[in-house]
């Protein structure tokens, strides 16, 4: 054995063949491995390999001193970050988006889903139908199938790149096991045979294969997740398009409407609520984990399933020579056996991953509300009933996870029992086979000592790489069960994408479950159902008008079907023209702001006709009952919804910003918070009143032809409203006004009353109190004014009133009176109150002290 037992670790000791192919191999290796993905083009490029090293060191070495040099600080980076956006020039609607990464600002182009895709999509997302059963069925196929086509839009792009390259490195390590099985079983044959040079060649062939292996399973988890990534971003940027669109899919959302098609998925065994309550709590949970969770499951599961079917056919192709024909069938025999066990102990993972999704989602949804209202509820001091309400939600996620733990149990001992020990005694018996039962007996005996000698190894050398063989395959087996788990649980991910997917698609064309008329709705009142929409709407027009349109609260989902929209008003004729400024004004919950959410188009229009200007500069302007201040700059405030580029773009200044600013008496701020560019959490930083003045502001920047302004100054002083008032007069804004205050009737030369007011004849303001508290002495002004509709209106719930009671002073006057009137009544009431007390009390026989 004297020079076979020394150490032939060098590459001279290999066969030319070998030690070329191994050379070629290390350096293939290495310049791969060296290789991020994105960078082949350098590989191309470079002449030789240490050309291509320094070039990729040079470029390192100037990329950090890049940094080093102009490294973007915080506040750098917020300056840089007052644009969010730059929009195509050419109108394309395509933007580039300015992303922070790394201390810089990265730029990410961003092309909007066209129309066109969507209105070919909407055929592959029919709504779900109520209790449709979940699982991996024909329906989960053309789920998936319809997801599949967003996540994956072609056949060329990155996608398809990357789940070649992911394939092939399947392959790879498939052909890498395989050599290491037949690898494994040369080193132990030479062992015992005691051929040293061949067991040491045998480890430095080892050693090499070990470095491919590894990186080849590095490379399988890195794409896997690529994948999934892209996958992520391909569905993000189109659901983002048809969520956030200007067809409001976003608020008719969360308000419920699209409940039909997400129910299904949702209600289960909690019944209709369900729907209803996933809506409340928005589209988040869908979008954000669920989504995430559909991607990596489905990425993973290619490589789970396609790895080790790939390994079972080699593996199966490999050891059925060694086997023969009786040991291949009884492999076959077993997968098959094994697949028909595991399908019948498998439980329904499908839907209990859809139903722990839909909990989480509510338990988010809790969460996030009480960071959204903390202080609403620390000012009632009600962290302990929001406790109790966070840990209901909790425990019930808690409660269905520890279900399907334990349903989980007697699964796992299956599919463990199956596959770890089921498998493996087949193995050893299949192995047996040739052994046991030879085909002749020399293939045992031999017939001399040496060849006895050469038939122990050669059947050692068989027995360790087909053992490697049937453990791999064992492996293998039990991830394509495992998977099997995978695919139920994708099916339920699955079914929440497509939910909603599908909900948003019927949103954006209008498609609603058509419900038959309930029989427990009476014979006179309409139901409103969301398929009988019949309104029409035209968008354009220099006036707002509403012509016989009925006000009703729509209702989506079970409760829309159970007995349709709410009607508040039957039908209402309203019509504004430039300069006809309309105060609305009616009891709590009679329906004021719902004329502005239909005239918004948030709420659909019935029946009738609706006419309106287009949204924003020149047009209408809406604002609303709760100030909103957007996350950005003090600057984004000012000029929300657009942005810092489209200010500049439209050639409006900061000295301007400033003008509006004063006129809201809000002046002060940009000094105070550091500057236009500053960023703050806005809605904690300003008062109430600050705020409503800041909606005035952005109603100043915009100057619109209309403005509905839905309670936006009920914290603001009455003699900043008034001035805001007058401002916006000033600037031609026709102001149609919904409010409860008195004061604000000499802004107005209209007034829509609704409700009981509409109806109660002016009498004396003390009669009126009680159906229009805040408008004691309407009647004063009703008795000036030179027109009223006709009564049938009142009928309906509605009156308008004409005011021509002259000038601006007048009605100051009378506004003054208002006030002494309500102040006289407020003391002489109390007086009476309380001399009714002491009467009571006499009577009930207690004494009076004065
Ligand atoms: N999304 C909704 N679904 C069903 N009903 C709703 C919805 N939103 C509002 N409503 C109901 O419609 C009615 C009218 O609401 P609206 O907000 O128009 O009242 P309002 O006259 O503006 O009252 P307030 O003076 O209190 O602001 C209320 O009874 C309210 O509960």
């Given at each position: 054995m004297g020079s076979d037992t020394r150490l032939p670790l060098s590459l001279s000791h290999l066969p030319h063949a070998n030690r070329q192919s191994i050379l070629a191999f290390l350096v293939v290796l290495a310049i791969v491995r060296a290789s991020p993905l994105n960078q082949v083009k350098p590989i191309a490029d470079a002449v030789t390999l240490r050309a291509w090293r320094n070039e990729r060191r040079r470029v390192r070495e100037e990329k950090r001193k890049r940094l080093l040099e102009t490294p973007l600080n915080t506040p750098a980076l917020e300056k840089k970050m007052v644009d969010l956006y730059i929009p195509d020039p050419s109108g394309s609607g395509s933007r580039t988006l300015l992303v922070p990464h790394r201390g810089r600002i990265s730029k990410v182009h961003i092309t909007p889903t066209s129309a066109e895709l969507y209105a070919q999509h909407l055929k592959l997302f029919p709504p779900l139908k109520p209790g449709e059963k979940l699982g991996v069925n024909k329906r989960f196929w053309s789920m998936l199938f319809a997801v599949l086509k967003i996540a994956f839009p072609s056949k060329s792009g990155k996608e398809a790149f990357l789940l070649v390259l992911h394939t092939s490195f399947l392959v790879a390590r498939t052909v890498l096991s395989v050599m290491v099985a037949r690898l494994d079983g040369r080193i132990v044959r030479d062992l015992v045979s005691a051929n040293g040079k061949g067991f040491l060649r045998g480890l430095g062939w080892w050693f090499a294969l070990a470095?491919?292996?590894?990186?080849?399973?590095?490379?399988?988890?890195?794409?896997?997740?690529?994948?999934?990534?892209?996958?992520?971003?391909?569905?993000?940027?189109?659901?983002?398009?048809?969520?956030?669109?200007?067809?409001?899919?976003?608020y008719k959302f969360g308000l419920g409407l699209g409940a039909a098609a997400v129910e299904p998925t949702v209600a289960g065994e909690r019944g209709e609520n369900a729907a209803a309550e996933a809506a409340a709590g928005g589209a988040d949970q869908f979008i954000t984990t669920d989504l995430a969770r559909f991607c990596d499951t489905l990425a993973a599961l290619y490589g789970n399933i396609g790895k080790p079917g790939l390994d079972l056919v080699i593996f199966t192709s490999q050891l059925a020579t060694a086997l023969g024909p009786l040991g291949t069938i009884g492999l076959f025999a077993n997968y098959g056996f094994t697949a028909w066990i595991l399908k019948k102990a498998t439980p329904a993972f499908g839907r209990m991953a859809a139903t722990e999704a839909r909990l989480e989602g509510e338990y988010r949804a809790g969460l996030s509300r009480i960071g959204r209202d903390g202080e609403e509820v620390a000012f009632y001091n009600g962290g302990q009933r929001e406790k109790g309400i966070l840990w209901k939600t909790y425990e019930n996620l808690a409660r269905h996870v520890h279900t399907v733990f334990k349903i989980r149990v007697p699964y796992g001992m299956t599919e463990d029992f199956v596959i770890k020990y089921l498998w493996s005694a087949v193995g050893y018996g299949l192995m047996s086979i040739p052994i046991l039962f030879p085909v002749s007996k020399h293939m045992i005996q031999g017939t001399g000592k040496g060849e006895i000698h050469h038939e122990v190894a050669a059947r050692t050398e068989s027995y360790v790489s087909n053992r490697r063989l049937l453990l791999s395959l064992a492996d293998a087996g039990g991830r394509l069960m495992y998977s099997g788990?995978?695919?139920?649980?994708l099916s339920g991910?699955?079914?929440?994408?497509?939910?909603?997917?599908?909900?948003?698609h019927a949103l954006n064309n209008g498609i609603y479950a058509e419900n038959p008329r309930p029989a427990s709705l009476p014979k006179e009142q309409t139901f409103y159902d969301m398929s009988t929409i019949h309104g029409q709407i035209i968008v354009g027009p220099s006036h707002v008008l509403l012509q016989g349109v009925p006000i009703v609260a729509p209702a989506g989902g079970a409760a829309g079907a159970e007995r349709g929209g709410e009607e508040l008003i039957h039908s209402l004729d309203l019509r504004v023209e430039k300069g006809e400024h309309t105060l609305?004004?009616?009891?709590?919950?009679?329906?004021?702001?719902?004329?502005?959410?239909?005239?918004?188009?948030?709420?659909?229009?019935?029946?009738?006709?609706?006419?309106?200007?287009?949204?924003g500069e020149g047009g209408i302007f809406f604002l609303p009952q709760r100030p909103y201040l957007s996350i950005g700059s003090l600057r984004d405030q000012v000029i929300y919804p657009y942005t810092y580029a489209e200010m500049k773009a439209r050639g409006r200044t900061d000295s301007e910003l400033m003008s509006i600013?004063?006129?809201?008496?809000?002046?002060?701020?940009?000094?105070?918070?550091?500057?236009?560019?500053?960023?703050?959490?806005?809605?904690?930083?300003?008062?109430?009143?600050?705020?409503?003045?800041?909606?005035?502001?952005?109603?100043?920047?915009?100057?619109?032809?209309?403005?509905?302004?839905?309670?936006?100054?009920?914290?603001?002083?009455?003699?900043?409203?008034?001035?805001?008032?007058?401002?916006?007069k000033s600037l031609d804004i026709t102001l149609i006004t919904i409010s409860h205050r008195p004061s604000l009737l000499k802004y107005h030369n209209?007034?829509?009353?609704?409700?009981?007011?509409?109806?109660?004849?002016?009498?004396?303001?003390?009669?009126?109190?009680?159906?229009?508290?805040?408008?004691?002495?309407?009647?004063n002004i009703l008795a000036l004014s030179s027109m009223t509709s006709p009564s049938p209106a009142a009928a309906q719930g509605w009156q308008l009133t004409i005011l021509s009671a002259g000038s601006a002073e007048e009605k100051m006057e009378l506004d003054m009176e208002i006030k002494r009137l309500e102040e006289v009544l407020g003391t002489e009431v109390g007086g009476w109150e309380k001399r009714l007390q002491d009467i009571n009390r006499e009577l009930s026989g207690e004494s009076v002290v004065a």
């Open positions: 470095i491919p292996s590894t990186y080849t399973n590095s490379m399988i988890r890195y794409l896997e997740r690529k994948l999934a990534l892209a996958f992520r971003t391909n569905l993000t940027r189109y659901i983002h398009d048809l969520y956030l669109n200007d067809n409001l899919n976003y788990k995978d695919l139920a649980e991910y699955t079914s929440r994408v497509y939910a909603l997917l599908a909900s948003l609305i004004t009616g009891p709590n919950g009679v329906g004021k702001t719902s004329i502005a959410r239909i005239i918004a188009q948030l709420w659909p229009t019935w029946d009738g006709l609706l006419e309106r200007p287009v949204h600013l004063e006129h809201v008496h809000l002046a002060y701020l940009p000094a105070r918070e550091g500057g236009w560019d500053t960023r703050k959490e806005w809605k904690d930083v300003l008062s109430g009143g600050e705020k409503q003045r800041m909606g005035m502001a952005r109603l100043f920047y915009h100057r619109p032809a209309y403005a509905i302004l839905d309670e936006c100054t009920s914290a603001v002083s009455s003699d900043v409203e008034g001035l805001m008032y007058e401002h916006a209209r007034h829509l009353r609704l409700g009981d007011s509409a109806t109660a004849p002016p009498t004396s303001p003390l009669a009126r109190t009680n159906s229009a508290p805040r408008f004691p002495s309407s009647a």
